[in-house]
């Protein structure tokens, strides 16, 4: 384990661990726990390939493996869930670290995790594409998949069987009339970023600039359209990159992605929306725009470089090894590093905690331009120990100096 990089600025959080993965940062993240010692798992995005650390003392993670994956491609998303491993393959976005004149692979990889720190490699799902994203899988024989498909403009929902993991196939597919080739265009870029989180019946999916869809999967070989709740023009061009049902409350948790950085960009958003009608979904409050800390010196996170705005929420996807209450709120936020809030009353969400790692001092990737923190994602496991992973540095583990026991909170 290397010393926690300084300095760092933090309210309600204190700081237990950090490893730097041997120089490869991490994206992704995932937790297994195994005979009571607890293993997390990471895709990488400057470095072709996954970890593993060993994180049962997350005041001394354990660095156990780092299977390599196939050249000029994205390996930046894990699931892990029931002893296998979906770890999706994508090609690398122009500017990112690929190059457009090399083979690349692409679909996703399906992993026998039983020996924790020894993956092996059970199947491969081709797309035929550009490959997948973000995925979900929980468990049991289907991965509901971001990805991309032949006559089909970016990415679009899959369902997949993996119970012959040696030969998984599609059951059925989900897409927006823009999406099929040929068909009229209006410059809105539909595209479903993933994960399809799957809740009963229902399959939540974040879809860009066609906003966030919710999808009737009763019948699996036939996902039906229920609603869409749009955010076209008010946010980022990216569009709604994450939909998180918080079923026991009929809430969500929605927001968008800041890509450009120095915002140069439509506002970014990130709140709750109310799904007691799941017809017709409406946003009812928005987080508060995070402020640097005084001692930072710095009048906004503009300023600072790099982008700043949402990314990526804590997803519970039903693993018992991950924390799962509906009073809490983990995000990621890029330069503002990871903010916490609290929820229970869905109408004024309230900013308790943050962490903003140090800026790097060694870059590793070709973003941002400006090197400066850039927090990506955040999984809280069951006991409370949260990971974030950041694009030039290794794996922070922290948690939450107080917090109040954890109350079922009715619906809204």
Same mark, same amino acid.
């Given at each position: 384990?290397?010393?926690?990089?300084?300095?760092?600025?933090?309210?309600?959080?204190?700081?237990?661990?950090?490893?730097?993965?041997?120089?490869?940062?991490?994206?992704?993240?995932?937790?297994?726990?195994?005979?009571?010692?607890?293993?997390?798992?990471?895709?990488?995005?400057?470095?072709?390939?996954?970890?593993?650390?060993?994180?049962?003392?997350?005041?001394?993670?354990?660095?156990?493996?780092?299977?390599?994956?196939?050249?000029?491609?994205?390996?930046?998303?894990? =699931?892990?869930?029931?002893?296998?491993?979906?770890?999706?393959?994508?090609?690398?976005?122009?500017?990112?670290?690929?190059?457009?004149?090399?083979?690349?692979?692409?679909?996703?990889?399906?992993?026998?995790?039983?020996?924790?720190?020894?993956?092996? &490699?059970?199947?491969?799902?081709?797309?035929?594409?550009?490959?997948?994203?973000?995925?979900?899988?929980?468990?049991?024989?289907?991965?509901?998949?971001?990805?991309?498909?032949?006559?089909?403009?970016?990415?679009?929902?899959?369902?997949?069987?993996?119970?012959?993991?040696?030969?998984?196939?599609?059951?059925?597919?989900?897409?927006?009339?823009?999406?099929?080739?040929?068909?009229?265009? /209006?410059?809105?870029?539909?595209?479903?970023?993933?994960?399809?989180?799957?809740?009963?019946?229902?399959?939540?999916?974040?879809?860009?600039?066609?906003?966030?869809?919710?999808?009737?999967?009763?019948?699996?070989?036939?996902?039906?359209?229920?609603?869409?709740?749009?955010?076209?023009?008010?946010?980022?061009?990216?569009?709604?990159?994450?939909?998180?049902?918080?079923?026991? &409350?009929?809430?969500?948790?929605?927001?968008?992605?800041?890509?450009?950085?120095?915002?140069?960009?439509?506002?970014? @958003?990130?709140?709750?929306?109310?799904?007691?009608?799941?017809?017709?979904?409406?946003?009812?409050? @928005?987080?508060?725009?995070?402020?640097?800390?005084?001692?930072?010196?710095?009048?906004?996170?503009?300023?600072?470089?790099?982008?700043?705005?949402?990314?990526?929420?804590?997803?519970?996807?039903?693993?018992?090894?991950?924390?799962?209450?509906?009073?809490?709120?983990?995000?990621?936020?890029?330069?503002?590093?990871? &903010?916490?809030?609290?929820?229970?009353?869905?109408? /004024?969400?309230?900013?308790?905690?943050?962490?903003?790692?140090?800026?790097?001092?060694?870059?590793?990737?070709?973003?941002?331009?400006?090197?400066?923190?850039?927090?990506?994602?955040?999984?809280?496991?069951?006991?409370?120990?949260?990971?974030?992973?950041?694009?030039?540095?290794?794996?922070?583990?922290? &948690?939450?100096? =107080?917090?109040?026991?954890?109350?079922?909170?009715?619906? /809204?």
């Amino acid at each position: 384990m290397a010393p926690v990089p300084i300095p760092h600025f933090a309210h309600n959080v204190e700081v237990l661990g950090y490893h730097d993965l041997q120089g490869r940062p991490a994206f992704k993240l995932a937790v297994q726990e195994v005979n009571d010692r607890w293993y997390l798992y990471m895709g990488h995005l400057w470095h072709r390939g996954w970890t593993i650390l060993d994180v049962t003392d997350p005041a001394s993670p354990e660095h156990l493996n780092f299977v390599s994956g196939p050249e000029n491609t994205w390996t930046i998303q894990v =699931q892990v869930a029931e002893g296998k491993m979906i770890t999706a393959l994508e090609r690398i976005a122009p500017g990112w670290g690929g190059s457009e004149n090399r083979e690349h692979s692409e679909g996703f990889l399906i992993w026998d995790v039983t020996e924790p720190a020894r993956p092996r &490699r059970l199947g491969h799902y081709p797309t035929r594409s550009t490959g997948t994203h973000r995925n979900f899988y929980d468990g049991g024989s289907l991965v509901h998949v971001a990805g991309g498909a032949p006559g089909y403009d970016k990415k679009i929902y899959q369902i997949v069987d993996i119970s012959n993991p040696a030969n998984p196939r599609e059951i059925s597919r989900f897409w927006l009339p823009e999406q099929e080739e040929g068909a009229p265009k /209006t410059g809105a870029r539909l595209s479903c970023h993933g994960p399809a989180h799957v809740e009963g019946t229902r399959a939540y999916l974040p879809y860009g600039e066609g906003g966030g869809i919710i999808v009737d999967i009763s019948d699996l070989s036939r996902p039906k359209l229920l609603s869409q709740l749009l955010f076209r023009g008010l946010c980022s061009r990216q569009g709604i990159h994450t939909y998180l049902p918080l079923p026991r &409350r009929a809430l969500a948790l929605i927001n968008d992605e800041a890509i450009q950085e120095n915002g140069n960009e439509n506002l970014n @958003l990130a709140g709750i929306v109310d799904l007691r009608d799941e017809t017709d979904p409406r946003i009812i409050s @928005l987080f508060p725009q995070p402020v640097p800390p005084a001692e930072s010196g710095l009048k906004n996170f503009f300023e600072k470089g790099g982008r700043f705005g949402p990314h990526n929420q804590h997803h519970p996807n039903h693993q018992s090894c991950l924390e799962d209450r509906d009073d809490l709120a983990y995000l990621s936020y890029f330069n503002a590093g990871l &903010r916490v809030y609290d929820i229970r009353d869905p109408r /004024t969400p309230r900013e308790i905690a943050y962490f903003i790692p140090p800026d790097p001092k060694q870059r590793v990737g070709t973003k941002p331009s400006r090197l400066v923190v850039q927090t990506e994602d955040v999984l809280v496991d069951r006991r409370g120990f949260i990971y974030i992973s950041e694009k030039n540095q290794g794996i922070y583990i922290i &948690r939450l100096k =107080q917090i109040w026991p954890y109350e079922a909170v009715c619906a /809204t």
